[in-house]
């Protein structure tokens, strides 16, 4: 069951502060299970952060073999380092193996992103030199998506390669990487593997982790690197990933899924708890937040909520039943504009908005990764096939971050083209505020035109 709070109850603070302080929280908790890990893995105490910059210095050092040695200490995965790049021909293998209904559904998902993701592409102009101002978008040369692999490589997200990768493929990025935890032999799920095929992946690497981030960062002789690492991981990777930030780019820094539904009197019980319990069932570490508003709607979700808790499978629903305890919150509110105020401060990955008037409410929700309106847009639908990517800002972040999309993988150029007679509009402005700050050589500069 959703533990219950009403809008003012200080225990929902937990859910809120600023991301940097949520994600602190999330630290600290995996410092606490790394440590004795570690010293049973190295044989000595270390932080996450030691481990970290342990690994990045190997993998510069030794590339690929170094991958393999820490793939096989962390995973138990036996990787030939002269393997770790999986061979093309394997990839149309798993295409050709993979049912017809998959791979129908993976065509259909990769279709929709395809169109959504042609929208967002902004608009050059002033590139024919024909404009004194202009800008140019241009794609970046190589990037590399993380798709997570589950316990050991042995549930690997693959609609996580859609998501990732044909939003770059749509902004012109010519070499698509993927990197992936393998199974303990060494392989990839077909499923992946497959995914990767339809979607045009250029190198799929088999490895998984800080490993994977440090070759994706660093480069090794089989894996050049890359300009820009996006998809989620575990706090691990997203650890990794921070480390790495100015060798290449990041996407955002990820955590635990998240969703926050509103609903009134007219949601259906069932679809709130169903799509609750969707997010739960990700991860213990996820939070599933439903903000009532009005009388008699909490108790109907929550008897929903605790049957088909019931019903799902042992493995599901252990993890989400883990998550529900800890993160499962239901916020009672008596008005729409307390719902609202709630949703922002918390600022969710993902939020449902389940009233009979959706429209008033979506206009002042400010800070949410996407917004699902209505009983026919459960998050799960976009998680797979609406269009948006499923990649998005979590613990708090949307305040501040957007999720991925076609934009997120363009460089934009400005370009300055000015006549003389542009010049000498801007000139006496450019050179007080240049002397303004001191910058004698700066003014010089536009005075030498004014003289000729």
Same mark, same amino acid.
């Given at each position: ?182 199974? $303990? &032999?060494?392989?990839?799920?077909? %499923?992946?593997? =497959?995914? @990767?095929? *339809? #979607?045009? /992946? !250029? ?70 708890? $169903? &799509?609750?319990?969707?997010?739960? %069932?990700?991860? =213990?570490? @996820?939070? *599933? #937040?439903? /903000? !009532? ?160």
């Amino acid at each position: 069951m959703l533990t219950e709070l009403l809008p003012d109850d200080q225990s929902l603070r937990e859910l809120l502060g600023t991301s940097h302080q949520r994600f602190a929280r999330l630290v600290q908790e995996a410092e606490s299970r790394a440590r004795p890990y570690y010293t049973k893995v190295l044989g000595r105490s270390a932080s996450i952060t030691d481990v970290i910059n342990e690994i990045f210095t190997a993998v510069e050092r030794e590339g690929d073999a170094a991958v393999a040695h820490y793939a096989k200490l962390f995973d138990s995965a036996e990787l030939d380092p002269s393997r770790m790049l999986v061979p093309k021909s394997e990839l149309k293998r798993a295409w050709e193996a993979c049912e017809h209904s998959l791979r129908s559904a993976i065509q259909f998902s990769i279709q929709q992103v395809e169109s959504y993701q042609r929208r967002l592409l902004p608009r050059s102009f002033g590139t024919a030199l024909d404009e004194p101002l202009g800008v140019r978008w241009s794609p970046l040369a190589r990037v590399g998506a993380y798709i997570p692999g589950g316990a050991k490589g042995a549930a690997p997200l693959f609609s996580s390669v859609i998501m990732n990768l044909v939003p770059a493929k749509v902004a012109g990025v010519p070499e698509l990487v993927l990197a992936s935890p393998s199974r $303990a &032999d060494g392989t990839l799920s077909d %499923e992946l593997l =497959a995914t @990767a095929y *339809a #979607v045009g /992946v !250029t190198e799929v690497y088999r490895a998984g982790g800080i490993p994977a981030i440090a070759a994706l960062a660093c480069g090794t002789p089989s894996l050049p690197k890359v300009d820009k690492i996006v998809g989620p991981g575990n706090i691990y990777v997203t650890l990794a990933k921070r480390h790495a930030y100015g060798r290449v780019d990041l996407d955002m820094l990820a955590g635990p899924s998240e969703v926050l539904v509103i609903a009134d009197s007219g949601a259906n019980p069932a679809y709130v708890a $169903a &799509d609750l319990l969707s997010q739960a %069932e990700h991860d =213990a570490l @996820a939070m *599933a #937040v439903c /903000v !009532t508003i009005g009388h008699d709607v909490a108790a109907n979700i929550q008897s929903e909520l605790s049957d088909q808790l019931d019903a799902l499978p042992e493995e599901r629903r252990s993890i989400a039943a883990e998550s529900i305890r800890r993160f499962g919150r239901l916020v009672r509110c008596t008005t729409a504009a307390e719902a609202v105020a709630v949703a922002n401060r918390i600022a969710p990955e993902h939020l449902e908005l389940m009233v009979r008037n959706p429209a008033p409410l979506f206009a002042k929700l400010t800070n949410a990764g996407a917004i699902f309106i209505g009983p026919w847009s459960p998050e799960p639908i976009g998680d797979y096939v609406a269009g948006p990517s499923h990649t998005l800002p979590t613990g708090g972040s949307a305040r501040v971050w957007s999720g991925i999309g076609a934009d997120t993988f363009l460089r934009r150029t400005s370009i300055i083209n000015l006549s003389e007679n542009d010049f000498r509009h801007c000139a006496d402005a450019g050179i007080v505020m240049a002397r303004g700050e001191g910058m004698e050589a700066h003014a010089r500069s536009i005075e030498a035109r004014l003289k000729t």
